[in-house]
T-cell receptor, first 113, second 112 residues
Framework: AQSVAQPEDQVNVAEGNPLTVKCTYS??????LFWYVQYPNRGLQFLLK??????LVKGSYGFEAEFNKSQTSFHLKKPSALVSDSALYFC???????????FGKGTKLSVKP | DAGVIQSPRHEVTEMGQEVTLRCKPI?????LFWYRQTMMRGLELLIY????????DSGMPEDRFSAKMPNASFSTLKIQPSEPRDSAVYFC??????????FGEGSRLTVL
């Protein structure tokens, strides 16, 4: 069975500092990995995905994520955080090209000025 | 593109009433998903369709919940009778076969 773990409920970062939001996954086949962001009272917005190829994936709003097969991780990163990045971030995995996405429980990112 | 459209955005009802949530997926997408989000349980898949056919409904809580997709451009999630524990935000999402999901803005349901 596939699963996703986001070990941190909350991440606090100062504006301008780099940020990392952690995610580990478990699938039996080839992982399709995704990051989404959710602002208050809004739906989830797609940030980036990894299917195959380069382990470093670049996405929207300056975010990137690094796929690490040996550690089964897909951490979200940004070199310089903005206050407007404060939101709830979800990692998701799908086993193969089709089917449901399994979401982590989410990590609240708080960026302070 | 208009994105995934959900209605109503907010619904307040009394226990025992029927609730119908509606979703219009993005044109050309052939997979549709219904999720429920609560503080306690996070984001849970209720059911998903491929080409209008239900593929996995194992997340539907009980017989009070039902979902239909009569055509490629419309889906409903019905709760009958509703209970206070059904209070949550219900999201509809759509995707192409191997693509990322695009979410609607959600329907916030409060059952008194």
């Amino acid at each position: 069975a596939q699963s996703v773990a986001q070990p941190e409920d909350q991440v606090n970062v100062a504006e301008g500092n780099p940020l990392t939001v952690k995610c580990t996954y478990s699938v039996s086949g080839n992982p399709y990995l995704f990051w989404y962001v959710q602002y208050p009272n809004r739906g989830l917005q797609f940030l980036l995905k990894y299917i195959t190829g380069d382990n470093l994936v670049k996405g929207s709003y300056g975010f990137e994520a690094e796929f690490n097969k040996s550690q089964t991780s897909f951490h979200l990163k940004k070199p310089s955080a903005l206050v407007s990045d404060s939101a709830l971030y979800f990692c998701a995995v799908r086993d193969g090209s089709q089917g449901n996405l399994i979401f982590g429980k989410g990590t609240k990112l708080s960026v302070k000025p | 593109d208009a994105g995934v459209i959900q209605s109503p955005r907010h619904e307040v009802t009394e226990m025992g009433q029927e609730v119908t949530l509606r979703c219009k997926p993005i044109s050309g997408h052939n997979s549709l998903f219904w999720y429920r989000q609560t503080m306690m349980r996070g984001l849970e898949l209720l059911i998903y369709f491929n080409n209008n056919v239900p593929i996995d409904d194992s997340g539907m809580p009980e017989d009070r919940f039902s979902a239909k997709m009569p055509n490629a451009s419309f889906s409903t999630l019905k709760i009958q009778p509703s209970e206070p524990r059904d209070s949550a935000v219900y999201f509809c999402a759509s995707s192409r076969v191997d693509g990322e999901l695009f979410f609607g803005e959600g329907s916030r349901l409060t059952v008194l």
